[in-house]
């Protein structure tokens, strides 16, 4: 939810590069910052692709949790 209450916030709000594969992969990328440029670096090919990601062959979806059907 978005602080001040307005609609839900995307889970890559603030996350470099939003369209990127990389946010919504199962292998949980690194984020290294620096003071002007900021990588992200995939566990799975040991390396940091160029940014935004749109293809990559490695990709392997997050699983999204599912609802809880007790908590409706």
Same mark, same amino acid.
């Given at each position: 939810?978005? +602080?001040?209450?307005?609609? *839900?916030?995307?889970?890559?709000?603030?996350? %470099? &590069?939003?369209?990127?594969?990389?946010?919504?992969?199962?292998? *949980? *990328?690194?984020?290294? /910052?620096?003071? /002007?440029?900021? &990588?992200?670096?995939? =566990?799975?090919?040991? /390396?940091?692709? =160029?940014? +935004?990601?749109?293809?990559?062959?490695? &990709?392997? %979806?997050?699983?999204? =949790?599912?609802?809880? *059907?007790?908590?409706?």
């Amino acid at each position: 939810m978005d +602080p001040e209450g307005g609609a *839900p916030r995307d889970e890559t709000d603030g996350l %470099p &590069f939003p369209d990127s594969l990389c946010h919504r992969c199962a292998a *949980p *990328p690194q984020y290294i /910052r620096t003071a /002007r440029s900021t &990588f992200i670096r995939c =566990p799975i090919l040991k /390396r940091y692709p =160029p940014q +935004p990601v749109v293809q990559c062959e490695a &990709f392997v %979806p997050a699983a999204v =949790p599912e609802a809880d *059907p007790s908590s409706s």
